[in-house]
């Protein structure tokens, strides 16, 4: 009986823990590391090396007035993994996908793919956060 206890307080740990990824501002803290360089801390494609880029770098906050006042949320989580091939070739922005992928760490029985989706998908939740 007590051990059934246990592991159910293991288990609701495990699961708040898991929810405040989201909450706790993991998304943007990945962001302001990995994408604010090129989009900018505001968000406004104004980072320090969007100047260097040959292309102009987006502004994310209107994705979802771009899209009808819905946020694109599968549209830009496979924009961000870019793994299924249509950025593959000769776009400027990085393969997160790949990047994530390859410097996670599994623990706990996570894969690495699962690693590298909560990170894109905690970066999704957080353009979500500040559209405008
Ligand atoms: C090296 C500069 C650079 C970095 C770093 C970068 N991006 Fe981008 N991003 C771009 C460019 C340039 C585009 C325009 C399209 C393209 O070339 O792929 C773009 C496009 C996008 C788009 C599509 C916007 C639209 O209007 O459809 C999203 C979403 C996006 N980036 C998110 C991110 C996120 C999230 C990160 C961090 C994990 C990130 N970017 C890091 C340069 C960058």
Known sequence: ??????????IAAFILGSNATFADGAGEQEYNVACAGCHGESA????????LLSISTPSLTGL????GGVFPFDAILTTIDG??????HGSTMPIWGERFQASATSQRGETTEMVARGRILSLVYYL????Q
């Open 83 to 88: 793994r299924d091939g249509v950025r593959a």
């Open 128 to 131: 979500q956060s500040i559209q």
């Open 1 to 10: 009986m007590k051990h059934w206890r246990f592991r159910a307080i293991l």
């Open 64 to 67: 979802s007035s771009a899209n």
């Open 44 to 51: 406004m494609g104004d980072g320090p090396l969007a100047g």
